[in-house]
């Protein structure tokens, strides 16, 4: 763990290991009570000096830690690929958008203000003068998932510096590898001790004392719903953001260019194993083009070569456990029990599952109507934009969606009545570029990503007014 600009162990070691294979690719340790509270103070101790570096200190740091980021670009994209299994040429991508979300963050630092408030437009307010600024809010804990252990971290922390917070970060258990890294690169980039601390160890024993720390001021979490809503409940009156699951969907209209929609669609739904929160896992073609759109989405699926992270050439690789590879594998089983066709893969081996294509899959399936986080697509067709939408909308979650047509008004009508928080048109659902806001509506979250709306989140405005 780092905490205090410090290496920090306990008796309880964690191995990590790659999901491929099982071999052994590093050990943390598990934190202990006294740790998490060592880790808070520690942030404590570090939120005045956050608070009074310049706007231009704290961008300049992240600048700083953004050249050291590019320059350690494939250690970091092997700790990446190592600790979540995913291809190395995915987590080459990764590590250059944790660079991208560094530079929005040291940009947004420059940009951080508030307003003047116009105070005469009140019968009080004659010969007044108001503004805001904007305050940072002290300690930040962020709580991180697997599945892109780097960039999602740096969706908190980028923002957190550049507000002037001080943070300290959970890394989910299987994944802490790259963000003890991390936290050494934005050290060495001149982020004061304590500023940024790792405590690395389950959830479910640590998780509840950060929530419940009288010492935090803000929880921000990216992970699955129920994690996100317990924290929730147990915040109080703590700041919480939510970035949670989604059974994102696309339309693929029959005007649709299916040389562009079809391998957007396949990348969208297999790229690393499907364990990426927009995820195509409900694919609605109209029935006009349903043979066409299947043909060539099968023919361009059975292609992807599937084998050992660390080959370049690897297209798919494991989940995240062996585990999640047969509760998937068992999701897809029962959709076939209920009556789904299986068009392509379904075989498993280890913590590996071939890409696979459900056809005429029941509403009701779990693939339907929950959240997957697998290699698996059910594609069904519809015959009217009308009815197309209402089904994308028959889910719990809104965090993205998406349609492919030439036609804007049905492209319009579409953005319009798809409830989410982000929708694409002529894209597929799974699509990021990390300065969009990005946050999910219904059970996909509260408050928006993006260095920009995150600074929001990560800052509160304090009122000051003048009577002059
Ligand atoms: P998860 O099981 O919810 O874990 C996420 C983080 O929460 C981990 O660090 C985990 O620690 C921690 N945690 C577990 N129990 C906790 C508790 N009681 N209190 C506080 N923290 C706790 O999610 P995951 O399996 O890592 O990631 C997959 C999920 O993340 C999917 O639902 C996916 O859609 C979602 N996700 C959403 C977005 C988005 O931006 N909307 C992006 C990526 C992923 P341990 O690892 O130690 O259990």
Request: glycine share 10%; hydrophobic share 40%; aromatic share 6%.
């Amino acid at each position: 763990m780092r905490i205090g600009g410090r290496d920090v162990t306990t008796d309880t070691p964690i191995p990590i290991h790659l999901p491929y294979d099982g071999s052994d690719v590093g050990t943390v340790f598990e934190a202990t009570k006294d740790v998490v509270d060592e880790a808070v103070e520690a942030a404590a101790a570090a939120a005045p000096r956050m608070r009074a570096l310049t706007l231009d200190e704290r961008s300049t740091i992240l600048r700083r830690a953004w050249e050291k980021l590019n320059a350690d670009r494939e250690e970091m994209a092997m700790a990446v690929s190592s600790e979540c299994g995913k291809p190395i040429r995915e987590a080459r991508t990764e590590v250059d958008r944790s660079a991208q979300t560094l530079l929005f963050s040291a940009e947004q630092a420059h940009r951080i203000h508030g307003e003047v408030v116009p105070m005469d437009a009140s019968p009080g307010g004659k010969g007044r003068w108001g503004m805001t600024i904007r305050e940072p809010l002290g300690v930040i804990a962020a709580i991180t998932p697997f599945n892109f252990p780097l960039n999602l971290s740096m969706h908190k922390i980028g923002p957190a510096i550049a507000a002037g917070n001080a943070v300290v970060h959970k890394p989910a258990s299987s994944t802490p590898i790259s963000a003890i890294r991390l936290a050494r690169l934005l050290e060495a980039s001149g982020l004061p001790p304590g500023a940024l601390n790792v405590v690395t160890g389950p959830g479910g024993a640590i998780g509840d004392q950060l929530v419940f720390h009288p010492g935090v001021a803000m929880i921000t979490f990216t992970g699955s719903p129920e994690v996100g809503m317990r924290i929730r409940n147990l915040a109080g009156l703590k700041k919480v953001t939510l970035e949670l699951g989604n059974n994102s969907a696309v339309i693929i209209e029959d005007d649709a260019d299916l040389e562009k929609a079809v391998p957007r669609s396949v990348t969208g739904s297999f790229a690393h194993s499907g364990q990426v929160c927009i995820s195509v896992q409900r694919i609605f073609v109209n029935r006009k083009i349903r043979e066409e759109f299947l043909d060539r989405f099968l023919t361009l699926t059975s292609k992807l070569r599937i084998g050992h992270p660390f080959d370049a050439q690897t297209e798919v690789s494991s989940l995240i456990t062996e585990a999640e590879a047969r509760r998937v594998a068992g999701w897809v089983e029962e959709a076939v029990g209920q009556g789904a066709h299986l068009v392509a893969g379904g075989q498993r081996r280890r913590a590996t599952l071939e890409p696979t294509v459900l056809t005429d899959v029941s509403p009701d399936s779990r693939i339907s109507c929950l959240e997957a986080f697998g290699p698996v697509v059910a594609v069904n067709s519809y015959d009217s934009l009308g009815e197309a939408i209402e089904l994308v909308n028959r889910s719990e979650y809104g965090l993205q969606a998406g349609i492919y047509t030439r036609d804007l008004e049905k492209a319009f009508a579409a953005a319009r009545q798809v409830q989410v928080g982000g929708f694409h048109i002529n894209e597929v659902p799974q699509y990021r570029l990390d300065q969009m806001p990005y946050g999910g509506v219904k059970r996909s979250g509260i408050g928006r990503e993006g260095p920009k709306y995150a600074v929001e989140e990560m800052t509160e405005p304090k009122l000051i007014t003048w009577n002059v």
